[in-house]
């Protein structure tokens, strides 16, 4: 089982959107950098606020999104 206790979600905080800890740094944000190839200490650079963890549990949590299954009709 998944746990995410650094993966927030609130609608009044940046419309609801996955947040890292209630704060308004998206996790789309995080995986954006890190796609573009900003590696976790440029990121935490960035925002230092941010611990690795954080970082971490992204990525989790996106691994998590694209478990998807396949229904045929």
């Given at each position: 089982m998944l746990t995410l206790d650094?993966?927030?979600?609130?609608p009044n905080v940046m419309n609801g959107k996955a947040c890292i800890r209630g704060m308004r740094i998206t996790v789309s944000i995080v995986l954006n950098?890190?796609?573009n190839g900003v590696d976790k200490k440029g990121i935490i650079e960035l925002y230092p606020y941010l611990e690795?963890?954080?970082i971490d549990q992204c990525l989790q949590y996106a691994a998590?999104?694209?478990e998807e299954e396949l229904f045929t009709i």
């Open positions: 650094r993966i927030t979600s609130n950098f890190l796609a690795p963890e954080d998590y999104l694209a």
